[in-house]
């Protein structure tokens, strides 16, 4: 087991680990030595138990909390899953039927009859007013 030095609130603790760990305890000092600097900047010097204890604290508050709002989004993920499958299992709606008027082609052809002496007047005109 190899034994790794870690510090903690400005003092060094020889402790030991599996192999390979040791970069997670590392992490984890890391955490417990920020609560500590908290502290010790905040009340200054203490007894080595005493700061360990509470820093540890500081960090099961803290841990705590982070697992309350896990558990909080977890039972909104639930709740979102389930109105998802809920909605997923709605039967699709009807498709709707929508109904275009057919045009008559003689209609089309008045139309076009229509336009057609439309122009041919605009153009009467347009030769007499430039007169």
């Not at 309350?68 to 039972?75: G, I, M």
């Not at 997923?88 to 209609?107: D, H, T």
């Not at 009859?113 to 030769?127: F, G, H, K, N, P």
Request: proline share 5%; aromatic share 2%.
């Amino acid at each position: 087991m190899p034994e790794v030095t870690i510090h903690i609130g400005g003092r060094g603790f020889e402790v030991s680990c599996r192999d390979g760990e040791e970069a997670f305890l590392q992490a984890a000092a890391k955490l417990l030595d920020d609560e500590a600097q908290v502290l010790s900047d905040q009340i200054g010097r203490m007894p080595e138990s005493r700061m360990l204890l509470m820093a540890g604290l500081m960090l099961a508050d803290k841990s705590a909390s982070q697992e309350d709002r896990v558990k909080a989004a977890e039972a909104k993920l639930t709740e979102v899953e389930a109105e998802l499958n809920k909605m997923r299992n709605v039967p699709k709606p009807e498709p709707e039927r929508i109904e275009v008027a057919v045009v008559p082609p003689s209609v089309t052809d008045t139309l076009a009859e229509m336009a057609a002496r439309a122009e041919a007047l605009a153009a009467v005109i347009e030769e007499k007013s430039q007169v």
